[in-house]
């Protein structure tokens, strides 16, 4: 525990003074960002509560609206001193985000953590028990991680319906469709804190949403009810301000799947989906929701395993330099976090090869690969891109760039390896979810 504290005040007072340079910046505008603590009180009751009485608790800011990128300041900073003391492996390691297997830490758990240095955990819902046993293994998670050097992301799928992953303690939030015919953002707003509360109390701190397609196709196999309708302007307005409740409530978003899964006829995780879209079409409807995102300041953007011939008739859009190079870092200008969907499906699994296509990805301008099935799959990636820097194929100049947008989020949201307070069902904002659907009716 001692030295749990040490890593982790180190990382704290490094934060801060990241952030007492960036509030100056933006002081000098005249613009002020009130904290969590005003905005969310359970978020900062949380970390208080995890904090030993004789540590001061850090207030976490309220994410600002500057992109991840642009919280960094542009000379030698405070990230660049912590990615100097960063290892090639440790930093590679930051560029994985893995899955697990079972309710309870073990071995291949905690040798994925030390040896591979992964940069985040994905939950499903075969990783939870109960409350208590589903709390005891992210802290468990997180204590695993105390000797490197960067907290990590401890992720889920959390968008409602028929994709809830948390323990049935809580109630049922429904899928974006029925949010969506309400027409109400205020409503889907709402949703979004309350999902954010939620994952606060569990120890999550990056949900993979709001979905952003548009279910343009009723024969499409896996967005369909995850989408919040069927045209750009309804989709945009709702999944925006869904986008807001959770970042609001101090969860990292991040916006699925560009440049768009809503008009396939084949499921990604059993084969790969090809839509026969020009450019031209996607940014009059696909990418409409994406864009306004952006601009809107997403923390983090998946891209999807589809085939677009016209586009990059060589590459899937999680692999294809065209989609994530030209288009979605420039036409689009996203400077965030750009994640893949799981490596692991079969879209990719069966047609490119994990690992091949995990290197290409991050040629390609990925910053963090999801592999969410297997530990040795998640080994093998890792050793491909060890193995790419070493022979030269990436430069190390391309790994600290998606590292730095990787600290520059971790830093934004303050994440921390603290563990969290088990919540009892009291604790569970089950009310106010039962009174957020009454307004649904």
Same mark, same amino acid.
């Given at each position: 525990m001692k030295i749990t504290v040490s890593r982790q005040m180190g990382f704290v007072c490094i934060c801060l003074l990241l952030l007492l340079i960036v509030s100056c910046a933006s002081g000098s505008s005249g613009s002020a960002t009130p904290s969590h603590s005003q905005s969310?009180?359970?978020?900062?009751?949380?970390?208080?509560a995890s904090t030993p009485p004789s540590t001061p608790t850090p207030t976490v800011p309220t994410p600002s609206s500057a992109s991840p990128s642009d919280a960094v300041p542009k000379n030698e900073d405070e990230i660049g001193k912590m990615m100097s003391t960063m290892t090639l492996e440790q930093k590679i390691g930051q560029m994985i985000l893995a899955g697990i297997e079972g309710t309870k830490i073990d071995k291949s758990m905690k040798k994925m953590i030390s040896?591979?240095?992964?940069?985040?955990?994905?939950?499903?819902?075969?990783?939870?028990?109960?409350?208590?046993?589903?709390?005891?293994?992210?802290? !468990?998670?997180?204590?695993?991680?105390?000797?490197n050097p960067v907290p990590l992301f401890i992720s889920i799928d959390q968008e409602g319906g028929k994709v809830s992953r948390l323990p049935k303690d809580f109630i049922s939030m429904p899928d974006a469709a029925k949010v969506g015919r309400t027409g109400n953002p205020e409503l889907a707003k709402e949703m979004g804190a309350?999902?954010?509360?939620?994952?606060?109390?569990?120890?999550?701190?990056?949900?993979?949403a709001p979905v952003l397609d548009i279910n343009s196709n009723p024969n499409n196999p896996v967005i369909g009810s995850r989408s919040f309708g069927n045209n750009a302007k309804l989709v945009t307005k709702m999944g925006l301000a869904a986008m807001k409740g959770m970042q609001d409530?101090?969860?990292?978003?991040?916006?699925?799947?560009?440049?768009?899964?809503?008009?396939?006829?084949?499921?990604?995780?059993?084969?790969?989906? $090809?839509?026969?879209?020009?450019?031209?079409q996607l940014e009059k409807m696909e990418w409409v929701p994406f864009k306004a995102a952006i601009e809107d300041n997403a923390d983090a953007v998946m891209v999807a395993h589809i085939l677009f011939p016209s586009i990059d008739p060589d590459a899937p859009a999680s692999f294809s330099k065209v989609i994530i190079g030209e288009q979605l870092r420039g036409t689009l200008g996203f400077n965030g976090v750009v $994640?893949? !969907?799981?490596?692991?499906?079969?879209?990719?699994? !069966?047609?490119?090869?994990?690992?091949?296509?995990?290197?290409?990805?991050?040629?390609?301008?990925?910053? $963090?690969?999801l592999i969410a099935h297997g530990y040795d799959t998640e080994k093998k990636v890792f050793n491909k891109l060890l193995q790419a820097v070493k022979s030269g194929q990436i430069t190390q100049s391309?790994?600290?760039?998606?590292?730095?947008?990787?600290?520059a989020l971790k830093l934004k949201y303050q994440l921390s390896d603290e563990p969290i307070p088990v919540p009892t069902k009291k604790?569970?904002?089950?009310?106010?979810?039962?009174?957020?659907?009454?307004?649904l009716k």
């Amino acid at each position: 525990m001692k030295i749990t504290v040490s890593r982790q005040m180190g990382f704290v007072c490094i934060c801060l003074l990241l952030l007492l340079i960036v509030s100056c910046a933006s002081g000098s505008s005249g613009s002020a960002t009130p904290s969590h603590s005003q905005s969310n009180p359970t978020h900062s009751s949380t970390q208080a509560a995890s904090t030993p009485p004789s540590t001061p608790t850090p207030t976490v800011p309220t994410p600002s609206s500057a992109s991840p990128s642009d919280a960094v300041p542009k000379n030698e900073d405070e990230i660049g001193k912590m990615m100097s003391t960063m290892t090639l492996e440790q930093k590679i390691g930051q560029m994985i985000l893995a899955g697990i297997e079972g309710t309870k830490i073990d071995k291949s758990m905690k040798k994925m953590i030390s040896e591979q240095f992964v940069g985040g955990i994905i939950f499903y819902k075969n990783n939870f028990s109960n409350l208590d046993g589903s709390v005891r293994l992210v802290n !468990d998670l997180k204590k695993a991680n105390v000797d490197n050097p960067v907290p990590l992301f401890i992720s889920i799928d959390q968008e409602g319906g028929k994709v809830s992953r948390l323990p049935k303690d809580f109630i049922s939030m429904p899928d974006a469709a029925k949010v969506g015919r309400t027409g109400n953002p205020e409503l889907a707003k709402e949703m979004g804190a309350l999902l954010s509360k939620e994952l606060n109390l569990m120890g999550f701190n990056l949900d993979f949403a709001p979905v952003l397609d548009i279910n343009s196709n009723p024969n499409n196999p896996v967005i369909g009810s995850r989408s919040f309708g069927n045209n750009a302007k309804l989709v945009t307005k709702m999944g925006l301000a869904a986008m807001k409740g959770m970042q609001d409530g101090g969860t990292i978003t991040v916006v699925k799947h560009f440049p768009g899964h809503g008009d396939t006829s084949v499921d990604s995780h059993l084969d790969l989906p $090809i839509v026969n879209k020009t450019t031209k079409q996607l940014e009059k409807m696909e990418w409409v929701p994406f864009k306004a995102a952006i601009e809107d300041n997403a923390d983090a953007v998946m891209v999807a395993h589809i085939l677009f011939p016209s586009i990059d008739p060589d590459a899937p859009a999680s692999f294809s330099k065209v989609i994530i190079g030209e288009q979605l870092r420039g036409t689009l200008g996203f400077n965030g976090v750009v $994640i893949t !969907d799981d490596m692991t499906m079969g879209a990719i699994a !069966d047609h490119y090869g994990i690992a091949d296509a995990s290197v290409k990805s991050v040629e390609a301008g990925s910053d $963090i690969l999801l592999i969410a099935h297997g530990y040795d799959t998640e080994k093998k990636v890792f050793n491909k891109l060890l193995q790419a820097v070493k022979s030269g194929q990436i430069t190390q100049s391309r790994i600290d760039e998606s590292v730095r947008r990787i600290l520059a989020l971790k830093l934004k949201y303050q994440l921390s390896d603290e563990p969290i307070p088990v919540p009892t069902k009291k604790d569970l904002p089950n009310a106010e979810i039962q009174n957020w659907l009454d307004k649904l009716k």
